[in-house]
């Protein structure tokens, strides 16, 4: 009996400390979601409207420096316009889905109709990073808390969520508790190698009292 007790008494106190990093992640995820505005209004970015300024490069394709402009109210339905140029040439793309049918327009040319196999689920749209986060309260997500790390001048706090939706390291500002940084694995392309996704999210402000980033910077 003695043994059976000291055998329960040793797993009490080995999970102890992994509760405890989920009770801190749990409260750094908490006070991310009132600071970027509250549940209500995070809920409410999954309808809307964001034109964006985007410049970067491809490893392939070049340089390019387009106008991006996406209209969506989420799940259902979404259109996304795409104009600049890739290496000096002008492209253009547009595509709009509603519920399972839609149509794409490459350049100048006709749309073309296509019927969607199922609707993108939300981690897919580049822009509900913010809706996302109301996601990671599900009970399918476990949260371990990172502890602190500098970036720069920046004090973070991150969190480690894993869920059937993926693995992601997520640091927030210590001091306004905004998303700062975030980094999640890839699809490999080639075997063996395992590719590293980041972002960094800056100048934050405030869009009908949701504190969103005006500056996003993804790299891989």
């Known amino acids: 009996m003695q043994s059976i007790i000291s055998i329960i008494a040793l797993g009490c106190l080995l999970l102890m400390p992994s509760l405890i990093r989920a009770d801190e992640a749990r409260a750094i995820l ?5 600071e970027h505005g509250g549940e209500a209004r995070l809920a409410r970015t999954k309808v809307g409207r964001l034109k964006a300024k985007v410049v970067g490069a491809f490893a392939k394709e070049g340089e390019f420096n387009v106008t991006w402009e996406d209209t969506f109210d989420l799940p259902q339905r979404y259109k996304q316009t795409i104009e600049g140029t890739i290496n000096d040439m002008a492209r253009s793309k547009e595509y709009a889905v509603n519920g399972r049918r839609g149509w794409i327009r490459q350049g100048g040319g006709a749309p073309q109709d296509f019927v969607a196999v199922e609707n993108l689920p939300l981690d897919q749209h580049w822009h509900t990073f913010l ?10 997500t476990q949260l371990k808390a990172l502890g602190e790390k500098q970036r720069g001048a920046r004090s973070l706090v991150g969190i480690q969520v894993v869920s059937p939706r993926g693995t992601a390291d997520l640091y927030f500002d210590k001091s306004t508790g905004l998303l700062a940084w975030a980094r999640r694995p890839l699809p490999s392309l080639m075997e063996g190698q395992q590719m590293m996704g980041e972002t960094l999210y800056n100048d934050y402000r405030d869009v009908s009292g949701v504190r969103y980033p005006m500056h996003i910077k993804a790299s891989n």
Do not use: C, P
């Open 30 to 34: 908490d006070r991310a979601i009132q």
């Open 131 to 140: 809706a996302q986060l109301l996601l990671l309260r599900s009970k399918d």
